[in-house]
């Protein structure tokens, strides 16, 4: 009796599912199957159709094509309650929280709806809360009004709403993206407690590390078609990126190859402080990249800001080529060759709605301009095809929003304005958060060509990976301080792991 | 059951509003003697009747979906047409049936901004402020409407008062018209309808986020569409009440009531993004400008000053929710950093 094989064991057999929006095939035929009392991931790059799939088991979208069965049991037609009926819960990105009401009511608006309640019975409500929080031991003030909580709160609230109505399937999308290390490592706890009780969890994702930690077994997709199905012990992180992307990367020949080319002094931190770090001195050459690894909240981004004049140093010195510099604002430390790429691309280094042409170049108007500071068209697009060429942004046209595209499209694109600037220290904030596989490779890649070609670089991540793949030498902050220093030679995940703990 | 907690009070927006009354009033008291007086008093609560009925229907449309401009125009169409329809049958019967025709009126308009509101999913704001103009063009185009005498049953009603009142001081005497109490009922109402129902609770859940609402089984659609039809209502009713108490229907006298009462409300803590807002600080945003209106006069500051106060008011009172919500967010970024 094959392990796939026995229909009994499985809680979800969905087969052939076929989708197509306006032409478009999102799906080309998957098929899944969800054994009993598992964890499944769901992995793939962004647009390989995870997310349509998903709309379909929870009866969303109704597929072109293909079979669904729950516990085997067939469903032609599924609808979104007929799948919360069978025992299929979804866990969005958003979680759907009401962050303006309080946790009692959030928890108990599903059910008290479904039993088709008209009017509010608060003792009723209290009563469906507790037993909510109760079931993954989740401790919370109930009258806490939800956008007073941090995020991984939200997402116990809705795992424990999803619990509320006898959830055997739970799909979480995408769980981990905005948790801190240690908010993650409490959900991955709750997942192996749900697990214990029966409850079976699909969990999409596309990060490597959680994928093997948690999963039992996992299901790759690409460009909608199936690509693998296989119990995760079966498989190798190297073909995990393979299977996901269709290309092989070598990350140890990568940085094997590496070619150093350190030069003169280009920066000097001379224990500066300012709101969030203190005390903080390092030093980066020409052709270096730096990396600068914390957790949230260890002062990383502080520092990026006060580098790059948006937050003020109320001690210490900062030297550019010799020289003592100021920072009061953005508009100096352009002048003088550092360019940031932010944490939050979305928010801080995207205008979202514009083109593509208009991102990369909006940052270098004043040389595409005429003398009376009118803007060529013709510049602008020859500028913006070179990056687009350059960086591999994969689009059909840019003059396309730049909200089109994928994550990691959209960080080559903000990088491509930088770079535009020709600046001589780069400093990057999470420059992969959110970015597949093979645009994050992509991405590591361009930065070890930029510091051969003699651009100092400043890396700053949590990802222990990151860091180790790009990086020449790392130091390490925690609360703020730098707590330590790591040179090229003893760069490793343990060195990395022993000093940030 | 609930404790008394001081330092949640704090964080309510409600609160300063209070504060602010008491210190204006007791300012207001100690330059002329004359604002505890009964007659003042009873002005005030007089004054306060149609805009803090406007203010629910700002409320509402705040909570669920966005500013609605409209109502004001609605409470001038709809209570035109009810008169005019209660003179052309020659109606002399109980007041109630002229509101009904005027809510019925009201209803119908407030389904034109629902409808265009739902089904094409257009700001709020712009919608309310184009079926606004087109009442208006109705009202003094097409009806050519004027000033006009009441209805007989109207007419009763404005010379029926709850109480009145005369400053012995003074020899000023004041009264409260029976409109109060429809006031009164419609606070009553809405509070019952928005805590106890779950139709209540959708119109918070839907102005939280429209579609976890949906995705939690709230019929989102039906219930903004029902928000605009009891807006259109609730205007109607208004309609009606101001022209009991002014004995007369006075055509031009609605335009531009909109945006003191929309900021009566803002200034009550309602947040204008959606999802937030309550009854005591629409009651109380709407009495701290009101009183502003009606008694600097007493201090001796003249009208053209007031305008400059209601102004400073407004944007101090914004201010202190904006900074509320920022400390807020510097609070849960250190939390954040304590986690970390």
Same mark, same amino acid.
């Given at each position: 009796?094959?392990?796939?094989?026995?229909?009994?064991?499985?809680?979800?057999?969905?087969?052939?599912?076929?989708?197509?929006?306006? @032409?478009?095939?999102?799906?080309?035929?998957?098929?899944?199957?969800?054994?009993?009392?598992?964890?499944?991931?769901?992995?793939?790059?962004?647009?390989?159709?995870?997310?349509?799939?998903?709309?379909?088991?929870?009866?969303?979208?109704?597929?072109?094509?293909?079979?669904?069965?729950?516990?085997?049991?067939?469903?032609?037609?599924?609808?979104?309650?007929?799948?919360?009926?069978?025992?299929?819960?979804?866990?969005?990105?958003?979680?759907?929280?009401?962050?303006?009401?309080?946790?009692?009511?959030?928890?108990?608006?599903?059910?008290?709806?479904?039993?088709?309640?008209?009017?509010?019975?608060?003792?009723?409500?209290?009563?469906?809360?507790?037993?909510?929080?109760?079931?993954?031991?989740?401790?919370?003030?109930?009258?806490?009004?939800?956008?007073?909580?941090?995020?991984?709160?939200?997402?116990?609230?809705?795992?424990?709403?999803?619990?509320?109505?006898?959830?055997?399937?739970?799909?979480?999308?995408?769980?981990?993206?905005?948790?801190?290390?240690?908010?993650? =490592?409490?959900?991955?706890?709750?997942?192996?407690?749900?697990?214990?009780?029966?409850?079976? +969890?699909?969990?999409?994702?596309?990060?490597?590390?959680?994928?093997?930690?948690? $999963?039992?077994?996992?299901?790759?997709?690409?460009?909608?078609?199936?690509?693998?199905?296989?119990?995760?012990?079966?498989?190798?992180?190297?073909?995990?990126?393979?299977?996901?992307?269709? #290309?092989?990367?070598?990350?140890?020949?990568?940085?094997?190859?590496?070619?150093?080319?350190?030069?003169?002094?280009?920066?000097?931190?001379?224990?500066?402080?300012?709101?969030?770090?203190?005390?903080?001195?390092?030093?980066?050459?020409?052709?270096?990249?730096?990396?600068?690894? @914390?957790?949230?909240?260890?002062?990383?981004?502080?520092?990026?800001?006060?580098?790059?004049?948006?937050?003020?140093?109320?001690?210490?010195?900062?030297?550019?080529?010799?020289?003592?510099?100021?920072?009061?604002?953005?508009?100096?430390?352009?002048?003088?060759?550092?360019?940031?790429?932010?944490?939050?691309?979305?928010?801080?280094?995207?205008?979202?709605?514009?083109?593509?042409?208009?991102?990369?170049?909006?940052?270098?108007?004043?040389?595409?301009?005429?003398?009376?500071?009118?803007?060529?068209? =013709?510049? %602008?697009?020859?500028?913006?095809?070179?990056?687009?060429?350059?960086?591999?942004?994969?689009?059909?046209?840019?003059?396309?929003?730049?909200?089109?595209?994928?994550?990691?499209?959209?960080?080559?694109?903000?990088?491509?304005?930088?770079?535009?600037?020709?600046?001589?220290?780069?400093?990057?904030?999470?420059?992969?958060?959110?970015?597949?596989? @093979?645009?994050?490779?992509?991405?590591?890649?361009?930065?070890?060509?930029?510091?051969?070609?003699?651009?100092?670089?400043?890396?700053? $991540?949590?990802?222990?990976?990151?860091?180790?793949?790009?990086?020449?030498?790392?130091?390490?902050?925690?609360?703020?301080?730098?707590?330590?220093?790591?040179?090229?030679?003893?760069?490793?995940?343990?060195?990395?792991?022993?000093?940030?703990? | 059951?609930?404790?008394?907690?001081?330092? =949640?009070?704090?964080?309510?927006?409600?609160?300063?509003?209070?504060?602010?009354?008491?210190?204006?009033?007791?300012?207001?008291?100690?330059?002329?003697?004359?604002?505890?007086?009964?007659?003042?008093?009873?002005?005030?609560? #007089?004054?306060?009747?149609?805009? %803090? +009925?406007?203010?629910?229907?700002?409320?509402?449309?705040?909570?669920?979906?966005?500013?609605?401009?409209?109502?004001?125009?609605?409470?001038?169409?709809?209570?035109?047409?009810?008169?005019?329809?209660?003179?052309?049958?020659?109606?002399?019967?109980?007041?109630?049936?002229?509101?009904?025709?005027?809510?019925?009126?009201?209803?119908?308009?407030?389904?034109?901004?629902?409808?265009?509101?739902?089904?094409? =999913?257009?700001?709020?704001?712009?919608?309310?402020?184009?079926?606004?103009?087109?009442?208006?063009?109705?009202?003094? /185009?097409?009806?050519?409407?004027?000033?006009?005498?009441?209805?007989?049953?109207?007419?009763?009603?404005?010379?029926?008062?709850?109480?009145?009142?005369?400053?012995?001081?003074?020899?000023?005497?004041?009264?409260?018209?029976?409109?109060?109490?429809?006031? !009164?009922?419609?606070?009553?109402?809405?509070?019952?309808?928005?805590?106890?129902?779950?139709?209540?609770?959708?119109?918070?859940?839907?102005?939280?986020?429209?579609?976890?609402?949906?995705?939690?089984?709230?019929?989102?659609?039906?219930? #903004?569409?029902?928000?605009?039809?009891?807006?259109?209502?609730?205007?109607?009713?208004?309609?009606?009440?101001? %022209?009991?108490?002014?004995? #007369?229907?006075?055509?031009?006298?609605?335009?531009?009531?909109?945006?003191?009462?929309?900021?009566?409300? +803002?200034?009550?803590?309602?947040?204008?993004?959606?999802?937030? /807002?309550?009854?005591?600080?629409?009651?109380?945003?709407?009495?701290?400008?009101?009183?502003?209106?009606?008694?600097?006069?007493?201090?001796?500051?003249?009208?053209?000053?007031?305008?400059?106060?209601?102004?400073? +008011?407004?944007? !101090?009172?914004?201010?202190?929710?904006?900074?509320?919500?920022?400390?807020?967010?510097?609070?849960?970024?250190?939390?954040?950093?304590?986690?970390?």
């Amino acid at each position: 009796m094959g392990r796939y094989g026995d229909m009994m064991s499985n809680i979800l057999c969905a087969k052939g599912i076929k989708k197509s929006f306006d @032409g478009v095939h999102a799906l080309k035929g998957v098929d899944l199957t969800i054994n009993k009392g598992e964890i499944h991931c769901l992995a793939g790059e962004n647009g390989c159709g995870k997310s349509t799939i998903i709309k379909i088991i929870s009866g969303f979208y109704r597929p072109d094509e293909g079979a669904i069965e729950v516990a085997g049991k067939g469903f032609p037609v599924m609808t979104p309650t007929q799948a919360i009926k069978a025992g299929i819960q979804v866990i969005y990105q958003d979680f759907s929280v009401f962050p303006n009401l309080t946790v009692l009511e959030n928890l108990a608006f599903n059910q008290v709806l479904a039993n088709k309640k008209r009017l509010v019975n608060k003792k009723e409500f209290r009563k469906i809360a507790e037993e909510a929080v109760k079931k993954i031991n989740f401790e919370v003030d109930l009258d806490a009004l939800v956008e007073t909580l941090p995020v991984a709160d939200k997402q116990l609230i809705a795992i424990s709403r999803a619990l509320l109505d006898n959830a055997k399937l739970i799909i979480m999308d995408e769980p981990t993206t905005a948790l801190t290390k240690k908010e993650i =490592k409490r959900l991955f706890e709750i997942i192996a407690a749900l697990k214990k009780n029966g409850v079976t +969890i699909l969990f999409v994702s596309h990060k490597l590390d959680e994928v093997f930690e948690i $999963s039992d077994s996992i299901t790759i997709l690409r460009n909608g078609e199936n690509v693998i199905s296989c119990p995760t012990s079966e498989i190798t992180e190297e073909k995990f990126a393979y299977y996901m992307t269709g #290309r092989h990367f070598d990350t140890a020949q990568t940085r094997k190859n590496m070619k150093k080319n350190i030069g003169a002094k280009m920066l000097e931190v001379k224990n500066l402080s300012a709101p969030g770090f203190e005390n903080v001195s390092f030093e980066l050459h020409k052709g270096e990249i730096l990396g600068v690894i @914390g957790q949230l909240g260890s002062g990383r981004t502080e520092l990026s800001l006060a580098l790059f004049g948006l937050l003020k140093p109320t001690d210490g010195k900062i030297i550019m080529e010799g020289k003592e510099v100021k920072l009061p604002n953005v508009n100096v430390a352009h002048k003088l060759g550092i360019a940031l790429v932010p944490e939050d691309r979305l928010t801080e280094g995207l205008f979202l709605s514009q083109s593509i042409v208009k991102n990369i170049t909006v940052c270098r108007m004043d040389e595409l301009a005429s003398s009376i500071g009118i803007l060529s068209n =013709k510049k %602008s697009v020859e500028e913006s095809d070179k990056w687009v060429k350059g960086m591999g942004v994969v689009t059909k046209n840019h003059e396309l929003p730049v909200q089109t595209l994928s994550g990691g499209n959209q960080q080559k694109v903000v990088l491509g304005r930088w770079l535009a600037t020709t600046p001589k220290v780069l400093i990057l904030n999470g420059p992969t958060v959110g970015v597949d596989i @093979g645009a994050k490779y992509d991405i590591h890649n361009l930065l070890r060509k930029l510091a051969e070609e003699g651009m100092a670089i400043i890396v700053v $991540s949590d990802d222990a990976e990151e860091v180790i793949e790009t990086c020449n030498r790392a130091i390490i902050m925690r609360s703020g301080y730098v707590t330590g220093e790591i040179s090229e030679e003893a760069l490793s995940r343990e060195a990395l792991a022993l000093a940030s703990n | 059951m609930k404790k008394f907690d001081f330092k =949640k009070i704090l964080k309510h927006t409600e609160f300063y509003v209070f504060v602010i009354i008491i210190a204006l009033s007791l300012i207001i008291q100690a330059r002329s003697g004359l604002f505890f007086a009964n007659n003042n008093i009873v002005d005030l609560l #007089r004054s306060l009747i149609v805009p %803090s +009925i406007y203010a629910l229907c700002a409320l509402l449309a705040f909570v669920s979906t966005g500013p609605d401009v409209s109502f004001p125009l609605i409470a001038a169409l709809s209570a035109y047409l009810a008169i005019i329809v209660t003179k052309a049958i020659g109606y002399t019967g109980s007041a109630f049936l002229v509101f009904i025709f005027a809510i019925i009126f009201g209803m119908v308009m407030g389904a034109l901004n629902g409808w265009i509101i739902v089904k094409y =999913k257009f700001p709020s704001l712009i919608v309310t402020l184009g079926t606004s103009s087109i009442f208006n063009g109705i009202l003094l /185009g097409a009806f050519e409407a004027g000033r006009m005498d009441l209805p007989q049953p109207l007419e009763r009603l404005g010379e029926t008062s709850l109480l009145t009142v005369k400053n012995a001081r003074t020899g000023l005497g004041s009264s409260l018209p029976m409109t109060f109490l429809i006031m !009164i009922g419609l606070y009553i109402i809405t509070y019952l309808v928005l805590n106890y129902t779950m139709v209540g609770r959708g119109v918070y859940a839907l102005g939280g986020d429209e579609i976890s609402a949906e995705r939690a089984g709230f019929n989102v659609k039906a219930i #903004r569409f029902g928000i605009f039809v009891a807006n259109g209502a609730i205007a109607a009713i208004a309609g009606v009440c101001y %022209s009991v108490m002014s004995m #007369r229907y006075l055509p031009t006298e609605y335009e531009g009531g909109e945006m003191i009462v929309i900021a009566a409300v +803002i200034l009550g803590g309602t947040r204008m993004a959606g999802g937030v /807002g309550t009854l005591k600080g629409c009651i109380l945003g709407t009495l701290l400008l009101t009183m502003v209106s009606n008694s600097l006069i007493l201090v001796g500051i003249p009208v053209s000053w007031q305008r400059v106060f209601i102004g400073v +008011i407004i944007i !101090i009172g914004t201010a202190i929710s904006a900074l509320q919500s920022y400390t807020a967010g510097r609070i849960k970024s250190k939390v954040k950093k304590e986690a970390a």
